[in-house]
Structures are given as structure tokens and as C-alpha cells.
């Protein structure tokens, strides 16, 4: 098996990697922007970091489960879905950082944690 072959196997979820690494620094930006800033809240700076955290957990898992399947099976679908889940996640912190009772009920069975609303 050759160098290029292997490439061109894993360029769509080496995309995906880089795209969950950045919004991992956005993530990280947000509750040090949060922690640091002038008017801090104890209630913001919980939702905030829980947000985080509850994204965190789940990342290690994102990343076997999306590299094993593009490994193994397809790339495609395996990249797709990563992306999918960026989107969500995305949406999550988004929502959770706002106010934790808007954020989506999805919410409740991934990240308990944190959430007593749930």
C-alpha cells in the first residue's frame, strides 16, 4: 500500500479532525474569554464551562468512533457524520452557553452531568 493510496483513504476525516481541533481552541477561548472577563458571574461562568466539559467527555469517543468507521468502512459516510456532529455540537455549546433551559433536548441524554434542568 502506498503513501498516496493511504491519503487519499483519510484526507475527509483528516479535514474533520482539524475542523474538531479549532472549534476545541473556540471552545477553550470562550471560557478563559468568560473567566477573564470584567463582569463575571458565577451562574456564566458554570453554564460556560459545563458546556466545555459536557463536550470534552464526549470528544474522545467522537474521534475513535469516526476514524474507525472511515478507516474500516468508508471515509464518506464516517466524514459525514463527523461533521454532522461538529454542527450539533456546535449548536449545543452555542445554546447552553445562552441560557441551559433553551438549550436543545438532545442535550439531556448525552451530557447529564452537568444538567439539572434535565
Known amino acids: 500500500m502506498d503513501a498516496c493510496n493511504v491519503v487519499e483513504n483519510i484526507y ?10 479549532l472549534q ?11 473567566c477573564t472577563g470584567h463582569n ?8 460556560v ?5 459536557n463536550c470534552t467527555d464526549a470528544y ?12 474500516c468502512l468508508n471515509q464518506a459516510p464516517a466524514a459525514f457524520a463527523g461533521l454532522l456532529y461538529l454542527v450539533v455540537r456546535h449548536k449545543y ?18 451530557s447529564v452531568s452537568c444538567s439539572s434542568w434535565c
Open 12 to 21: 475527509l476525516l483528516a479535514i474533520i479532525t482539524v475542523l474538531s481541533i
Open 24 to 34: 476545541n481552541v473556540f471552545f477553550a477561548l470562550k471560557v478563559e474569554k468568560e
Open 93 to 110: 455549546f452555542i445554546g447552553y452557553m445562552d441560557k441551559p433551559l433553551k438549550a436543545p433536548p438532545a442535550t439531556c441524554l448525552g
Open 60 to 71: 474522545p469517543t467522537f474521534m475513535v468512533v469516526m476514524w474507525c468507521a472511515g478507516v
Open 49 to 53: 464551562s459545563c458546556a466545555n466539559r
Open 40 to 47: 463575571t458571574h458565577a451562574v456564566a461562568i458554570e453554564r
